[in-house]
Structure formats: C-alpha cells, structure tokens
C-alpha cells in the first residue's frame, strides 16, 4: 500500500465525526458542557492502490506511520504570536490567499469569509485590511486534563500544546483557556458508562446522488488485475463537473495526495463522508455548506491518463461499498 494511499485513508478517517461539541469564540468564558471523546482511527480500512502490496500492513495500534491529525499543527507552524493576544486585524499581502491568512491565524475558513463578509471567488486586493474572527478556546472543567481536551477536539497532544505554548508535562487548571485551532472539531458526549463502540450500521435509507454522469467502469472490491477498489470509478471526460452526492460540509479540498490529484471531501449527516478524487479543480473551499447535485470540482485524469472519479464513501472510518447506497444494481 502506497503512502498517499495510507494518507488517503486516514484523512478520510479522521473526517467522520458527529455533532459537534461546543466550541467557544472571543472573549465569552462560558464553559463548554460534557465531555466527549473520539474513537481510535489509526486503523483504517485498506483503500485503493494501484499495484498489489508487498509489505505486510503495518501495525497502527502502534503508532506507525502518519498520526491521525496530519494536518494539525506541526513544530515548524508554531505561530509567532500568543493566541491569547491575536491581532484583530491583518494588511493583504502580494499573492496572500485567504486560505494562507486562516492557517496563519489558525481561524476557521468559513468564519474569515463572514467576519469580512465576502463575497466568493473571495479575490483579495493587496493591502486590504481583514477582520480576524476571536480564536476559538476550550475552558477547562473540573478534573479534566489536557489529554482530555485533546481528544475532545480531535487534535494531536503536540500540537495543541505547541499552539498554546505548553511543555509537557501539561498541567492545566478548571477554568483556564486552551485556545483550539483550525482543523479542531468535537464529538459528541460519551455515555456516563462505558460502552464499546457502536457497530457500523448501513441505513437502508441512506442513499446518495450520483456525483457524475457516465457509466460505472470499476466496481467495489477486488478487481481481476489483482487490485482493490474501495469505491467505485465513473468514467467521463476531463472538465466533466462533478458534483456532491448529498447536502454536507466541505471538510477538505486540495492535492496534498498528488496520486489523487484534488481531492475533496464531504462530510454528511449519520457519520457518512464522500471522497472525490483525480479531480483536476476543486470549485468549493473548506469550511463551505454545499447541496446535493452542487457542482464542486472539475473531473481530471489519473496518472495514466484515464479521465475517471473515484469515489468513495465512508462511515466513520469503515469504506463502504457505494453501489447500495447509490442505487446502483448488481
């Protein structure tokens, strides 16, 4: 298995949450209610390669490989500024995108573009002034402890603790501000008891769009090259829109993965997210509430030329065939 195809899985996994836990912004101070936890994604289920593994697939309870929160903040993102004193305001740069300004300040996408109110395709004019959005902090709760507050919010120990500038070990106080930032996202409240993990469970009445016209050349599972496919392959022409399967959220749009080109994915209701790879454009941003049949990125080719989708569903992080829940007959 390829390591963007391990990557692919991962950041698929780490996509799936439910409703979120509350997230509090600017100088508020009201505590967030309940605690919460995340499940273990580092083992995630095989995705597509386009070769037959020859290694043996590494132990993930062990920590190999990439960390679940590969796009957490990393040591050399360590942000020159104390996120309890953040500028209020920042001067456009030559060529600075809005995406640039949001890691720099490590604020959400989406609240930039409604601090400003601006407008897509969010052009930004050299030497404007942004309003920054308040960060986002987590007051700490009696007897909870910084590991605590990171799983909370689905971040990495090092790298909430390199943004809020703490060495381990990592004491922290009931009421005091941890300061969150942009990739975090909260889960739900665990039960006072606990209990396994909820089995994964394929809704009968879950059904998705078809996120493009043309007819299915691959299907789910082994193919007799020898290779899987954990989703399926839609063929077209490049250009062809490619549109989401169902109402979501937008929770990544980019080519981190070169083997996939732009990839985007969508996150939906009941735990679901959508992939959409070898895409040549992405037509949506991160952040950005999009609708079934909206078009959101452009179809492109794959390494060897093929201009096909590959799409992929998940629930959690257990890939799914899509077929059923497309409609599609056997």
Known sequence: MTRAALTFALVLGACASTQPAPISYGGGGESARG????????????IETRAPAVQPTPDWAAGEGTPLSAYALRPEDVQPFDPAHMPRTHRVGANESLYEIATTYQVP???LIDQNALEPPYAL????????PPPRFHTVERNERFEDVARRYNVDTRSLALLNRLQAPYTIRAGERIYLPAVARAEAPPPSTPSPAAPIVRDAHARFAMPMRGPVVS???????GERIDG?????RAGDPVSAAADGDVVYAGSDLPAYGVLVL????NDYVTAYAYTRRALVREGERVRAGQAIAELGSRADGEARLLFQVRQRSTALDPGPLLGLSN
């Open 219 to 225: 299907r789910y599972g082994a193919q007799p090259s």
């Open 125 to 132: 004019t050299p030497g404007r002034e942004l309003q920054l």
């Open 35 to 46: 605690a919460a936890s995340i499940e273990d994604r580092r083992a995630p289920a095989p």
């Open 266 to 269: 969508v996150r939906h209701a």
């Open 109 to 111: 996408l989406r609240a």
């Open 232 to 236: 399926i392959e839609i063929s077209g």
